[in-house]
């Protein structure tokens, strides 16, 4: 399915036409059983869910990339982000890091409400799209376990119809694999028919300038995101949106994870190259003062 010249291809091609598609061994099982174990302890000590959505016989964390040093594969796969980048650059400056959230669906857990992810904002939709999301197995899913139920071409102009009365595809996959959705492609949960737990991750990117799902600097302040490599720490946050969106004292966020941060600070202009081009022409028409 992969070319040697261009590997997001196909997979860009799958998600704009289907608005789903599964990347086969997209890591190492070795690296996924490695995050599996760095997150048993989580999924040991967690509660259940409250509430028909979330589902009272599942259990959901975030916060993975302090967690596990293995998130970090997940969140940054090369494939994957440049897949995000494509179907989404055209409606941003920059990509964010909406979510990384592990589930762990019990025996007995029916099968979750249909849903499109885009439906957390309150924007126009059929439009464009807000966020790709991503599922990685931590555990084999099959069609009895709750394996991620996906309705084909729900998503774009689709999704402002109801396709809960066609029949979905159960993204069966084993770790390693990688399930890729829009937000606007409908989905759920399937029931676990099983006695043994399905256990995944779900890590999204969302269009730089919308409030994520999950509020990446409280899950990685300054003092845990100063970890993090460069581009990782941009990802989750601390960068800005052009033109000046989500800046601290009038800067990049990123001033933050430098060792000393000067108690004041100049604003810098932080503009697309358009609106850079404008400001030069004003500023060459304005009269000598």
Same mark, same amino acid.
């Given at each position: 399915?992969?070319?040697?010249?261009?590997?997001?291809?196909?997979?860009?091609? +799958?998600?704009?036409?289907?608005?789903?598609?599964?990347?086969?061994?997209?890591?190492?099982?070795?690296?996924?059983?490695?995050? &599996?174990?760095?997150?048993?302890?989580?999924?040991?000590?967690?509660?259940?869910?409250?509430?028909?959505?979330?589902?009272?016989?599942?259990?959901?964390?975030?916060?993975?990339?302090? $967690?596990?040093?293995?998130?970090?594969?997940?969140?940054?796969?090369?494939?994957?982000?440049?897949?995000?980048?494509?179907?989404?650059?055209?409606?941003?400056?920059?990509?964010?890091?909406?979510?990384?959230?592990?589930?762990?669906?019990?025996?007995?857990?029916? +099968?979750?409400?249909?849903?499109?992810? #885009?439906?957390?904002?309150?924007?126009?939709? !059929?439009?464009?799209?807000?966020?790709?999301?991503?599922?990685?197995?931590?555990?084999?899913?099959?069609?009895?376990?709750?394996?991620?139920?996906?309705?084909? $071409?729900?998503?774009?102009?689709?999704?402002? &119809?109801?396709?809960?009365?066609?029949?979905?595809?159960?993204?069966?996959?084993?770790? !390693?694999?990688?399930?890729?959705?829009?937000?606007?492609?409908?989905?759920?949960?399937?029931?676990?028919?099983?006695?043994?737990?399905?256990?995944?991750?779900?890590?999204?990117?969302?269009?730089?300038?919308?409030?994520?799902?999950?509020?990446?600097?409280?899950?990685?302040?300054?003092?845990?995101? =100063?970890?993090?490599?460069?581009?990782?720490?941009?990802?989750?946050?601390?960068? #800005?949106?052009?033109?000046?969106?989500?800046?601290?004292?009038? #800067?990049?966020?990123?001033?933050?994870?430098?060792?000393?941060?000067?108690?004041?600070?100049?604003?810098?202009?932080?503009? =697309?190259?358009? #609106?850079?081009?404008?400001?030069?022409?004003?500023?060459?028409?304005?009269?000598?003062?």
């Amino acid at each position: 399915m992969t070319t040697p010249n261009d590997p997001v291809a196909p997979y860009a091609t +799958a998600l704009r036409r289907d608005g789903w598609c599964i990347i086969p061994d997209a890591l190492p099982p070795a690296t996924i059983a490695a995050l &599996d174990r760095d997150l048993e302890p989580t999924f040991a000590r967690t509660p259940f869910c409250q509430g028909g959505f979330y589902g009272e016989t599942t259990k959901r964390f975030g916060r993975l990339l302090a $967690r596990s040093d293995h998130a970090a594969a997940l969140v940054q796969h090369r494939v994957i982000l440049e897949i995000a980048e494509r179907l989404l650059s055209p409606w941003c400056d920059t990509l964010q890091l909406n979510v990384t959230q592990a589930i762990a669906v019990h025996p007995g857990a029916p +099968a979750q409400l249909p849903h499109r992810d #885009q439906d957390m904002w309150a924007a126009p939709k !059929g439009e464009l799209d807000y966020l790709i999301n991503v599922i990685w197995p931590l555990t084999d899913f099959t069609t009895d376990n709750g394996a991620t139920l996906v309705w084909p $071409r729900s998503h774009g102009a689709s999704a402002l &119809d109801d396709a809960s009365d066609t029949d979905p595809v159960a993204a069966a996959m084993r770790p !390693g694999s990688a399930l890729l959705f829009l937000g606007s492609t409908l989905h759920g949960a399937g029931a676990n028919r099983t006695d043994r737990v399905r256990r995944g991750v779900v890590v999204g990117y969302a269009l730089g300038w919308l409030k994520p799902y999950e509020n990446q600097w409280l899950a990685y302040p300054p003092p845990v995101a =100063r970890r993090f490599p460069p581009e990782l720490a941009a990802l989750v946050g601390y960068r #800005q949106h052009r033109p000046n969106l989500g800046n601290y004292e009038g #800067q990049c966020p990123s001033v933050l994870l430098r060792d000393t941060v000067p108690e004041h600070l100049a604003a810098i202009d932080a503009l =697309r190259p358009d #609106q850079e081009a404008a400001m030069a022409t004003y500023r060459a028409e304005q009269p000598m003062p």
